[in-house]
T-cell receptor
Framework: KQEVTQIPAALSVPEGENLVLNCSFT??????LQWFRQDPGKGLTSLLL?????REQTSGRLNASLDKSSGRSTLYIAASQPGDSATYLC???????FGTGTRLQVFP | NAGVTQTPKFQVLKTGQSMTLQCAQD?????MSWYRQDPGMGLRLIHY???????DQGEVPNGYNVSRSTTEDFPLRLLSAAPSQTSVYFC?????????????FGPGTRLTVL
């Protein structure tokens, strides 16, 4: 059974720091991996989708990498801003299995 | 495009009542799914569909029914609500083909069962 773990569970940093969020999964036989952002009381917003044949994807200040052999993905956030405060979720495809998320707070 | 829409946004039920959560998408996506989100549990897949007339169970299907009579709609039915079904419910859709592609989520329905 696929299990997805995200570390850390919560993170509080000052504005301007570069951040790394971690996602690990137990079964490397995945199709794709997707990172989402969820604001309090809101739905999920897709950030990046990495296909199984890719090793990374970039969008603006966000960069996500995928290492299937080690069962890991990282989300790198450059020059963090207070508007980045949210919960970040990773999910792996076969059936979409979610991690429990990293709750990020960026303070001015 | 409206994307994925869900109604209602909030609902309070009494134990034993039934109701249907509505989900619709206007992107002509083949794949649609329902998740529930509970504190400390993350999002868990309830049911999914890969096209009209085709549905299958996810991780936590008990107590829920679905049908997919059209590409656009994928309602979730609670036949006899229980307090354990208090949760936030999300519907999502995606293109299918070579696996499931990027999923788009609705805004959620917050359900409380008393």
């Amino acid at each position: 059974k696929q299990e997805v773990t995200q570390i850390p569970a919560a993170l509080s940093v000052p504005e301007g720091e570069n951040l790394v969020l971690n996602c690990s999964f137990t079964d490397s036989a995945i199709y794709n991996l997707q990172w989402f952002r969820q604001d309090p009381g809101k739905g999920l917003t897709s950030l990046l989708l990495i296909q199984s044949s890719q090793r990374e994807q970039t969008s603006g200040r966000l960069n996500a990498s995928l290492d299937k052999s080690s069962g890991r993905s990282t989300l790198y956030i450059a020059a963090s801003q207070p508007g980045d405060s949210a919960t970040y979720l990773c999910a792996v495809y076969g059936k979409l299995i979610f991690g429990t998320g990293t709750r990020l707070q960026v303070f001015p | 495009n409206a994307g994925v829409t869900q109604t209602p946004k909030f609902q309070v039920l009494k134990t034993g009542q039934s109701m249907t959560l509505q989900c619709a998408q206007d992107m002509n996506h083949e794949y649609m799914s329902w998740y529930r989100q509970d504190p400390g549990m993350g999002l868990r897949l309830i049911h999914y569909s890969v096209g009209a007339g085709i549905t299958d169970q996810g991780e936590v299907p008990n107590g829920y029914n679905v049908s997919r009579s059209t590409t656009e709609d994928f309602p979730l039915r609670l036949l006899s609500a229980a307090p354990s079904q208090t949760s936030v419910y999300f519907c999502a859709s995606a293109r299918a083909g070579r696996g499931i592609n990027e999923q788009f989520f609705g805004p959620g329905t917050r359900l409380t069962v008393l």
